[in-house]
């Protein structure tokens, strides 16, 4: 008889999303995620650092959960807090506002994940239905990348990066 494999996986520490997004997003994510990897590498000991796509996306998420209420250690699944207006970041998906890129996966871990799904949920869009995740997660992720714009202005590179048009900060 011949051993089969247990095909059982370990347990992973993150969850992958597949997102479709538009060229320009994505090249404004890897462009940031560069940009502040070169950031937090500032000495010669650092070199090996380095931000990636799926570390900024969760990262600016999360900062936009917290800021709409939600936070990990007081996720509770009964209870949504739900927004009164419309999100502004919602990005643009008109059919004119560029073709998506195709899919780009990120990965987010699930302590975090549940928190962001439950922001998504509670924000909603010009037509009064919830924020669909992906479009949370880009919106959260051009709003941090603005923000970080403000405030950081002695990173060229990062100064450097143009936010999609239909993309606003306020």
Do not use: C
């Amino acid at each position: 008889m011949s051993e089969t494999k247990d095909s059982k996986q370990p347990p992973r520490n993150y969850k992958g999303l597949s997102m479709r997004i538009r060229k320009v997003e994505l090249d404004v994510m890897k462009a940031a995620a560069a940009a502040l990897g070169h950031e937090v590498a500032g000495s010669p000991d650092d070199k090996m650092l380095k931000v990636d796509v799926s570390q900024l996306v969760y990262v600016a998420a999360m900062e936009q959960a917290m800021e709409l209420g939600f936070s990990p250690s007081t996720f509770k699944a009964d209870q949504t807090i739900r927004a009164t207006k419309v999100w502004p970041y919602v990005p643009e998906r008109s059919r004119d506002s560029g073709s998506l890129h195709g899919t780009t996966t990120v990965s987010i871990h699930p302590l975090y994940l549940r928190t962001i799904q439950q922001a998504a949920k509670s924000v909603k869009m010009a037509d009064g239905t919830p924020v669909p995740l992906v479009l949370f997660l880009v919106g959260s992720t051009m709003r941090f990348i603005a923000r970080r714009q403000q405030i950081d202005k002695k990173n060229r590179e990062l100064q450097a990066i143009k936010l999609p048009s239909d993309f606003y900060y306020d």
